[in-house]
């Protein structure tokens, strides 16, 4: 989620599915949508998965490849600090392979 906290179409099918449980987690906290910044919500009704942890992207123009490596390697921190052993990420970009290859890369 970019800075605006905006959330995209698929984000808006999760929160959809979760009876708007992402909107309502993101109103709730101190998230932002800063770099790197991280939140999650505990086994989300609808979805059939145990977390989803949204991540914050930053202001959309600054969405370099440095900054997507930058996610990444804040990404793996969280996940490692809250003992998720796997993830899956999902991307929804014009450039997702090249995104995903970033954030994996950080």
Do not use: W
Not at 49 to 64: A, M, N, P, R, S
Request: aromatic share 4%; glycine share 12%.
């Amino acid at each position: 989620v970019y800075d605006d906290l905006k959330l995209s179409a698929l984000g808006k099918d999760a929160d959809k599915a979760t009876s708007d449980s992402i909107t309502k987690a993101l109103k709730a906290s101190r998230f932002a949508g800063k770099k790197g910044q991280c939140i999650s919500i505990l086994a989300p009704a609808g979805l059939g998965i145990e977390c989803l942890v949204i991540v914050g992207l930053g202001k959309e123009k600054e969405f370099d490849a440095l900054a997507q490596q930058s996610v990444g390697g804040k990404l793996l921190s969280y996940l490692n600090q809250s003992g998720i052993k796997t993830a899956t990420i999902l991307i929804e970009a014009k450039k997702g392979a090249d995104i995903a290859a970033n954030i994996a890369y950080g």
